[in-house]
């Protein structure tokens, strides 16, 4: 198995712009988490979903953050715009089960700098 | 709020030695813990958990305790090795189903 899949790994982009990044979970998994990592605040969970819903968004930081599960296979999130503040590791996770107390399988994360 | 927090942020040991991570959490409800290793670039990877019914479970030159009493986690690693060398967090789950709560982790850096 391939892992959980995230693209881009690198990505550096100007206050304002807008980013989509991109995530691929485990084939099978049920439940996709997006994380965010800083030094100053840890591992942050933005979203997580439950077959394709969205099922707790409660982390998501403000309206300029978005995410998407149009299928099963496929997740985005989207920064609009993007402002130098937002610049973390983010982390998509899948699990195989509706994501109750089960472990998370990472990717390898995107690193997100805006300047 | 709930919390899960790290007693230590950083821990040296020498290769071989007995390494000890710990980790407090504040929600007595939580049901379910993991540890996590994070290797620098990467993403965090499952190393082993435990569930409240237990106090005790061991893995592969790790071992996971659990008080319940105190609410106190820690992770040993048995005769560590350089490979070892990571960023370790504890997490939890059970009033927020779903979500897991990670702690700040702990460096720990295996010397040769």
């Known amino acids: 198995d391939a892992g959980v899949i995230q693209s881009p790994r690198h990505e550096v982009t100007e206050m304002g712009q807008e980013v989509t990044l991109r995530c691929k979970p485990i084939s099978g998994h049920n439940s996709l988490f997006w994380y965010r990592q800083t030094m100053m605040r840890g591992l942050e969970l933005l979203i997580y979903?439950?077959?394709?819903?969205?099922?707790?968004d409660s982390g998501m930081p403000e309206d300029r953050f978005s995410a998407k599960m149009p299928n099963a296979s496929f997740s985005t999130l989207k920064i609009q715009p993007s402002e130098p503040r937002d610049s973390a590791v983010y982390f998509c996770a899948s699990s195989p089960g509706q994501g109750l107390f089960e472990k998370l399988f990472f990717g390898s994360g995107t690193q997100l700098s805006v300047l | 709020g709930e919390s899960v927090g790290l007693h230590l942020p950083t821990l040296s040991v020498q290769e071989g030695d007995n390494s000890i991570i710990n980790c407090a959490y504040s929600?007595?409800?939580?049901?379910?813990f993991i540890w996590y290793k994070q290797e620098s670039g990467k993403g965090p990877q499952f190393i082993i958990d435990i569930r409240s019914n237990m106090d005790k479970r061991q893995g592969q030159r790790v071992t996971v305790l659990l008080n319940k009493t105190v609410k106190h986690l820690s992770l040993q690693i048995a005769a560590t090795q350089p490979g070892d060398s990571a960023v370790y967090f504890c997490?939890?789950?059970?009033?927020?189903?779903?979500?897991?709560?990670f702690g700040d982790g702990t460096t720990l850096t295996v010397k040769p």
């Open positions: 997490a939890e789950l059970g009033t927020n189903a779903g979500k897991s709560t």
């Open positions: 929600n007595s409800a939580s049901d379910y």
């Open positions: 979903f439950n077959n394709n819903v969205p099922i707790d």
